[in-house]
């Protein structure tokens, strides 16, 4: 354990207490302080020493973590029971320290990375859930040492534990530990088997009690949780950057009036010295034009959209309201509504590219429903109508009654009552099917207080299976070690287990063999379809062609099929079999290749029985979602930690993957040239023998190749998957080979990493943001899903569920899958929508103002003359057009709601960004400016030389001012008019309000009552009254109003009518069935026809035979004194040691040697 830093974990009598210290190539004896300087996190650097005691409140105080976030109140406030002082007390999870000693009850959350102590099970077993980890459902099996089991729930014993834990430092790998506990004298090694994690949940296990190692920030799932990163949208650095460019531009039109003015007043400015009562010399022209420049920039900074950022926000905190209220997206059987967690990231849910997802929780209900079956060629599930036609399932339709029977589980639900007949009939094959259900798998029965039969199952599969043969009559009683006891309709029936053939991820098949009451040996399997036809004898021919067919309809169907097969075993050769595998148990070399090389021998010459298929639930309306997103140009990938077997099942189910791909690429390399080499392949495959591939090593043809990818993609015909595991996307996500890995699955429709850690989720959407440029969104429901999450550019939490990290470092969350269609196409829409013509229209409506001033320099000699009032240039932004452009930025849409989801290539503007970018930007400008030229000049020139009806001069500097004001009001606010897409009351009433409030306003500045009041403030007395009441100025108004319209009203008249966009025929068939609309047609769940493919996919561990086989896992009725109890664990270590090997091969095959950090 070279160059790695340790913690040292010593507790005192009365409770735990913590040391910490650092060691380079050896432990830290107890006691023993190191000097050794850590170079790590200043955080580390002042730790050099911890000391941490359980029963002392106050002294522990310094080390609890000030800041704490108030969202994560939800979970810092469950509770938990604490030893303190002797005595159990319920504290929250925030006051958990390290070193205190907690008991957990069954179903509990873990609050932090405990070391197990002792358990309600025997021998200190207990299990756990680890779906908030990795995504794996099935359960998994965690123990205590011996000399700790022990204690059981003795308090005062628990209280005087005093034992020294040295154990590496925090860190983010969830599948290792490594630490020695020093107790009593002895030592005792620690491993992953001996801690629970925070983010476990407890299962199957009454209670149990753990010693905190690590708390807070320190455990594992929040070493793996990320930083959190400040985010923000693509318009946002757009508009820092637009803002820095008219600064500029207003810089520049100071510096050219401040010119204007130094040559004004060097030629000119002379005939007014004496007027002004200047001196000769006093004033220099270029000191005029020095202060001719600040006094244009504080007159034209309203070019400058300084509350821009104001009505931003205020735009988005409408938007996130809508999303908060939004009815279609609030989950009312747990009353859980959509939730905007940000306000700054609306607009950017409109231009999603990639999205990625977890499997588990998300796709998924994580339950597991028997559907179908197969016997002896025959398919059972399937219902039928009067014309034997095969029919969908509906609510209408009678499910089999299993009322009558007592020990029936209740929700469990079946709809072809042919099986049930095909039982009272007595088919030998129907009741030799269901008996290898009740007795070939890992499930522990136990009674409650009710006399209910209740199942703990180490998988959900098996806990289908074994449900659905209990409801056909087939229940599972009991087991002994060598014993399983079944009731055979209404009949008890007890079968000697001579043997259990454990299932692992190589076999794909668990088989029992077992004596039945009649002294007949036989052999029970199932596992995947194609390993286990393999096995057949060769008179099963015929019935392998039956089911074959039978499973590839389930699997076209996204079902889990297992193949179900028997044999009968001759006694003698079954002895002979026996005791070459004591043989080889006792082995001390090869002695797994013996074990696996007997198991191949005595598994074969099979009888084919038939199939099971499971459905793995998926959460409602996950396969309309898919494909609605799909057809938007959003591209899925999964990042599960689960299975290979069951990601692709999903993926099948889904819809993201098909039978008709042209092909799917798995990745599964065990080093870095190997996955080279393997992508290479794919690539050659994909894009053909012709294209010259980069050897991945100069990083600047890998810039130019990942540029041409946009234009590869196009070329690309058909469609593609690809799939790759943890451990060869380790080695993928190197720097010389990741870009390949982009380039490869940017070019595939559906993309899935199976056995992933949160570490390397995070990785794959970095990989992609940095490269690709695009938007992406990330989407989970589990604690291993944040670092994905807080990578992401939307984060979205799945909440509902038992977890809520996923939840509290997301950005956006609601309780289905399903809303992100609505969140997506509708609320994301809308909001790029109107974000852009909100921005749009304000650039246009200032450069159009603030210009204005600009023309009028060249007409007063550049001396910084405003054109209009001060009070009307004070009140514009804020009084007269602030509320319209609010209005159409909050409530604007071009389509409605529905047709946004029916019409998903709706949502393509947004991620090509075409609604509003650069070039808009330029045009919203020359609009502004041509505006500002048409309100400047049409005025002056009517103005010039003109006289009114009563023969008086009006061309006066307040009456232009007047005119040109209400010009641009009304000019404003016409344009907003034929802007807005989507009229509303507010919209009305702001509009035309403002219009109405504009003129209330200017004729109570210019009348006499407030001249009387403010006479200094407002000199003008009835100049409105009297301009307005002139017949020509109106004129001027309409004919400027007219010249400022009429080239927009035509070019989007021509371009509507000549290029018009799928937005503008949705809007134009809107139109038309407004007064009849048809009933909306919902998108039909697409069936894919039957595929030559497996769909095998089983959730299960291995190392549950041994552990059935041995005992360790059964109650014993009369427990053994503590003498024997210790003589059985230190003499039957075996299984527990090859639990832990298998377990830690399987989790360490997607883990790494060294931390990864993002």
Known sequence: MKDDFFFTLTTFRGGASVSGGISVGHLLRPGERSGIIMFCSEKKLREVERIVKANDREYNEKFQYAFRHKSDNQVNNRQSEVLINSKLQNEKWMNVKVGDIIKLENNQFVAADLLLLSSSEPHGLCYVETAELDGETNLKVRHALSVTSELGADISRLAGFDGIVVCEVPNNKLDKFMGILSWKDSKHSLNNEKIILRGCILRNTSWCFGMVIFAGPDTKLMQNSGK?????????????????????????????????????????????????????GEKSSVFSGFLTFWSYIIILNTVVPISLYVSVEVIRLGHSYFINWDRKMYYSRKAIPAVARTTTLNEELGQIEYIFSDKTGTLTQNIMTFKRCSINGRIYGEVHDDLDQKTEITQEKEPVDFSVKSQADREFQFFDHNLMESIKMGDPKVHEFLRLLALCHTVMSEENSAGELIYQVQSPDEGALVTAARNFGFIFKSRTPETITIEELGTLVTYQLLAFLDFNNTRKRMSVIVRNPEGQIKLYSKGADTILFEKLHPSNEVLLSLTSDHLSEFAGEGLRTLAIAYRDLDDKYFKEWHKMLEDANAATEERDERIAGLYEEIERDLMLLG??????????????????????????????????????????????????????????????????????????????????????????????????????????????????????????????????????????????????????????????????????????????DVSMIKSAHIGVGISGQEGLQAVLASDYSFAQFRYLQRLLLVHGRWSYFRMCKFLCYFFYKNFAFTLVHFWFGFFCGFSAQTVYDQWFITLF??????????????????????????????????????????????????????????????????????????????????????????????????????????????????????????????????????????????????????????????????????????????????????????????????????????????????????????????????????????????????????????????????????????????????????????
């Open 228 to 280: 959190t990163k400040f985010k923000r949208t693509s318009i946002d650095r757009l508009m820092n950057t637009l803002v820095l460019w008219i600064f500029g531009f207003l810089i520049c039109l100071g510096i050219i009036l401040a010119i204007g003015n130094s040559i004004w007043e060097s030629q000119t400015g002379d005939q007014f010295r004496t007027f002004l009562f200047w001196n000769e």
């Open 611 to 784: 199939a099971t298929a499971v459905e793995d639930k998926l959460q409602e309306g996950v396969i309309e979602t898919v494909t609605s997103l799909s057809l938007a140009n959003i591209k899925i990938w999964v990042l599960t930690g689960d299975k290979q077997e069951t990601a692709i099942n999903i993926g099948y189910a889904c819809n993201m993957l098909t039978d008709d791909m042209n092909d799917v690429f798995v990745i599964a390399g065990n080093n870095a040239v190997e996955v080279r080499e393997e992508l290479r392949k794919a690539k050659q495959n994909l894009f053909g023998q012709n294209r010259n591939f980069s050897n991945g090593h100069v990083v600047c043809e890998k810039k130019q190749q990942l540029e041409l990818d946009s234009i590869v993609e196009e070329t690309i015909t058909g469609d593609y998957a690809l799939i790759i595991n943890g451990h060869s996307l380790a080695h993928a996500l190197e720097s010389d080979v990741k870009n390949d890995l982009l380039e490869l699955a940017c070019m595939c429709k559906t993309v899935i990493c199976c056995r992933v850690t949160p570490l390397q989720k995070a990785q794959v959407v970095e990989l992609v943001k940095k490269y690709r440029n695009a938007v992406t969104l990330a989407i989970g429901d589990g604690a291993n």
């Open 877 to 1158: 932004n804020i009084v007269y057009t602030s509320l319209p452009v609010l209005a159409m930025g909050i409530f604007d849409q071009d389509v409605s709601d529905q047709n946004s989801v029916d019409c998903p290539q709706l949502y393509k503007p947004g991620q090509l960004n075409l609604l509003f970018n650069k070039r808009k930007f330029f045009i919203c400008v020359l609009h502004g400016i041509y505006t500002s030229l048409v309100l400047f000049f049409i005025p002056y020139g009517a103005f010039y030389n003109v006289a009114g009806e009563d023969g008086q001069h009006i061309a006066d500097y307040q009456s232009f001012a007047v005119t040109m004001a209400t010009s641009l009001v009304i000019v404003v606010s016409v344009q907003i008019a034929l802007d807005t897409s989507y009229w509303t009351f507010i919209n009305h009433v702001f509009i035309w309000g403002s219009i109405a409030i504009y003129f209330s306003i200017l004729f109570t500045m210019h009348s006499n009552g407030i001249f009387g009041i403010f006479p200094n403030q407002f000199p003008f007395v009835g100049n409105a009254r009297h301009s307005l009441t002139q017949k020509c100025i109106w004129l001027v108004i309409l004919l400027t109003t007219v010249a400022s319209v009429m080239p927009v009203v035509a070019f989007r008249f021509l371009k509507v009518d000549l290029y018009p966009t799928l937005s503008d025929q949705i809007r134009r068939w809107q139109k038309a069935q407004k007064k009849a609309r048809p009933p909306s047609s919902r998108r039909p769940r697409t069936r894919r026809s039957s595929s030559r493919r497996s769909g095998y996919a089983f959730a299960h561990q291995e190392g549950y035979g041994e552990l059935i086989t041995s005992g360790k896992n059964m109650r014993a009725k009369n427990p053994p004194p503590t003498s024997g109890l210790e003589k059985t664990h230190y003499n039957s270590t075996s299984w527990i040691e090859n639990l832990c090997k298998k377990t830690t091969d399987t989790v360490s095959s997607f883990s790494q040697d060294k931390t990864v950090k993002l």
